[in-house]
């Protein structure tokens, strides 16, 4: 059959190869290398050799998305087969975040004061063919905020590694796509909060499996179906399944990381600029010594990266508190860490009717509520990228960063007597990168 050249969709009445009668019921969803471009028909008869079910390809990258039994990566191979939800084991499922209802509470947005946002909506407020892909838990279209930005057309659900348009799919599943929707385009109204770019549009691509997790198969849909639509940035305040870290030297792993490879290079390829939060677990990036997330004395090591945010095509983003200082949760690492930006400190509190130390965003059913961590910086760059690319027209990712670095910053040195923060020849540090966003220099620039 032909090489394909767009997304392969199995959709229903499509024929799938039968699998073997000895196959057992599907458990797990798995993540399959193969050369790009490889035939869909060849990937299929490969897949249900081994008793897997397909249940999308993406021949572009080569990457193809499959359930099967606990079994399958040993048949197919552990070097080409990847399930993070198998190698985590049964988690306990997360429960959403509560809305919360609060008066109008724009006079406390200090995270805005310090991007200096209003300044810049003086010159733009963003325009509606920029699109925002918000990958990640999936955004309350219906509140008043976020109604007038958001474009259902767009949105879709990938938690199961094939896109699904259904609005159930890219609906909310917990608060946290809503907080980073809220950081980039709360409506300018008057009422409520304002986000950084309230001009531009946004699609919701909801990533998250029931348990809590952002899977390689979901993430590999995310950033796929950005791709296809050809969307000016993408969000992602996250890091990939099933664990903070994946290794390079760890079976399995490496598939996970070369699926997520392939599918933020095509991304970049296609035009799209990916924007991503450090993380919060106050760790030196280039030199990781635990991980959170996995089992009790699972220690790791300089083979283990945090994706997609260790990808040299990615803009990735500290965290600084009300007073200017590095988070106490935030990452960082030299190299990998571009600029830094408001997200709360609670050692750092604002002065009284400043705003809480957290700052401010929107929360499901229409509330408001506090957003912090480096989740909450990231979609500030993103706003911030989202007003150049409004005021400059389409650069290219390259070119987007290179605006952003070169107008956009206000340099930021080393704090005195932290050991950990070291400065390179460029002006660059390891908690700040080149430093904190300005959203007013960046617009008025030039």
Not at 4 to 33: I, M, R, S
Not at 369 to 376: K, L, P, Q, V
């Amino acid at each position: 059959m032909p090489v394909l050249t767009a997304l392969a969709l199995l959709a229903p009445g499509t024929p799938v190869l039968a699998a073997p009668a000895d196959c057992a019921p599907p458990e797990f969803t798995y993540t399959v290398l193969f050369a790009p471009h490889t035939p869909q028909g060849s990937v299929e008869r490969q897949l249900t050799k081994h008793c897997g079910t397909p249940v999308q390809y993406y021949p572009e990258i080569g990457v193809a998305v499959a359930s099967a039994d606990a079994g399958f990566d040993g048949r197919i191979g552990v070097d080409r087969a990847f399930s993070a939800a198998k190698a985590r084991g049964p988690v306990a499922a997360s429960g959403a975040l509560a809305a919360s209802e609060v008066p109008d509470r724009t006079g406390e947005q200090w995270d805005m004061r310090m991007l200096r946002t209003e300044l810049a909506h003086t010159v733009t407020t963003g325009r509606r063919d920029v699109v925002v892909g918000v990958l990640d838990t999936g955004v309350d279209g219906r509140h008043p905020e976020l109604a007038h930005a958001l474009d259902p057309a767009l949105s879709a659900g990938c938690e199961t590694g094939r896109p699904n348009t259904d609005p159930a799919a890219w609906g909310p599943k917990h608060g946290h796509g809503t907080g980073v929707a809220g950081v980039i385009a709360s409506a300018a109204d008057g009422k409520g909060i304002t986000g950084v770019a309230p001009g531009v549009r946004i699609a919701s691509v909801q990533l998250m499996r029931p348990d809590g997790y952002m899977d390689p198969e979901g993430v590999v849909c995310g950033f796929m179906w950005a791709a296809e639509h050809r969307f000016t940035l993408t969000n992602g305040s996250w890091s990939s399944g099933p664990w903070a870290f994946l290794c390079s030297d760890r079976a399995g792993e490496e598939v996970a990381i070369e699926a997520i490879t392939r599918a933020v290079r095509h991304a970049t390829r296609s035009g799209v600029l990916h924007v991503s939060s450090a993380g919060n677990f106050a760790a030196d990036l280039t030199d990781p010594k635990t991980d959170p997330l996995r089992p009790p004395g699972n220690t790791i090591d300089k083979n283990c990266r945090m994706l997609p945010n260790q990808l040299p095509e990615v803009v990735t983003v500290s965290a600084v508190g009300y007073q200017r200082k590095l988070s106490g949760y935030s990452d960082w690492g030299a190299g990998v860490v571009r600029v830094t930006a408001p997200g709360g400190d609670r050692a750092q509190v604002p002065p009284a009717g400043a705003g809480p130390a957290m700052p401010l965003s929107t929360t499901p059913e229409g509330g408001y509520g506090s957003f912090g961590g480096t989740s909450a910086a990231a979609p500030k760059v993103t706003g911030v990228l989202a007003l150049l690319a409004s005021k400059y027209g389409r650069v290219g990712p390259r070119g987007l960063t290179e605006l952003l670095l070169r107008t956009g910053v206000q340099p930021m040195a080393c704090p005195d007597g932290d050991a950990r923060c070291t400065m390179d020849g460029q002006g660059r540090s390891s908690f700040y990168g080149y430093g904190l966003v300005d959203a007013a220099k960046a617009v008025r620039a030039g």
